[in-house]
């Protein structure tokens, strides 16, 4: 999205317009133009745009600006001001003291432990529900989270749009990943080069999008996300969808405002039942309160099938 495609798209949705000055705040177009220009993905293909995104071209609303359900004033605004709507925080619990990388391997030695997983069908079924405040290369807010159904077979996914499935496209790894750490991280840097911690999260998300990582891999997952410099535990919490889990965390300006991503796994089984990242300590100008949660991605479900529907 080029900067005079956002500065119109604002200026459209801006419902202040006419009360207030309408020349666009400097500062708040710079931070703006900062988060959209940010690659959120630095692999070849979008996994919002493959699964979260699907069928949603018709509730787009430029974020910012526009209430939401779950909007709030700014106290030091004037007419015309609005907080960007966002969703509630969720409530983590610390239960273990000990360090995020102790607590971690110790979770995958579990998880590896587990017996494998055997696929009941030739087809997967993945399903998830989130919520995008940026997603992509442009800024959008949902006035609801947005469903996602997709199949993958014959390393291939298709995406359910309106009823029907979409194109195949190829998934991410065209190889089996191996359960290996050391290995794995290699593989990973395939579609998203680099050795930084947002690289590979972003790794880890797409993963999620397109496959059914089993007790091994799972394990050898957390312990890649062990050895990320400044990983912090966050506790036990109940996530989006009633389902309790334990969440780590890493801090990085790797959107263009400090903000925190966080992983939720299953309690026992280790499964990554969701993500989330929050701006926590700077919002620029906006207009969204300190904290508040930019995104959450939560996967619902991952079931196999005997075919592709028809």
Excluded: C
Aim: without cysteine; glycine residues 10%.
């Amino acid at each position: 999205m080029t900067d005079q495609q956002i500065k119109e798209l604002l200026q459209a949705a801006d419902p202040a317009r006419g009360q207030v000055d309408d020349q666009l705040d400097a500062q708040a177009y710079d931070d703006l133009r900062k988060i959209v220009g940010t690659t959120r993905r630095r692999g070849k293909r979008a996994t919002y745009g493959r699964l979260a995104m699907t069928g949603l071209a018709g509730a787009l609303v430029v974020v910012v600006l526009v209430a939401q359900p779950w909007a709030g004033s700014s106290e030091e605004g004037g007419p015309g001001t609005a907080h960007a709507g966002t969703p509630p925080l969720l409530k983590y619990t610390p239960q273990d003291k000990r360090p995020a990388k102790e607590q971690l391997l110790d979770f995958a030695a579990r998880v590896r432990a587990l017996p494998a997983e055997v696929p009941s069908g030739p087809v997967l079924r993945l399903t998830t529900k989130g919520w995008y405040l940026v997603s992509g290369d442009m800024t959008e807010s949902y006035i609801e989270p947005q469903a996602a159904t997709a199949y993958v077979v014959d390393r291939q996914i298709r995406s359910l749009q309106d009823g029907q499935l979409g194109d195949p496209i190829g998934v991410y790894w065209p190889n089996e990943l191996s359960a290996d750490p050391a290995v794995l991280k290699n593989q990973l840097a395939y579609a998203h080069p680099g050795n930084s911690p947002d690289s590979f999260l972003a790794a880890l998300g797409d993963l999620q999008a397109e496959a059914n990582p089993g007790p091994k891999l799972r394990a050898a997952l957390m312990t890649l996300l062990a050895d990320q410099p400044g990983i912090t535990a966050d506790g036990t919490v109940v996530d989006r969808f009633g389902r309790r889990g334990v969440a780590f965390s890493l801090v990085s300006d790797g959107g263009g405002l400090p903000s925190k991503k966080t992983v939720i796994f299953d309690v026992k089984t280790g499964v990554v039942l969701g993500r989330e990242e929050m701006l926590t300590e700077d919002a620029g100008k906006l207009n969204v309160p300190i904290p508040s949660v930019i995104s959450y991605t939560s996967y619902l479900s991952r079931d196999y099938l005997p075919a592709l529907p028809k």
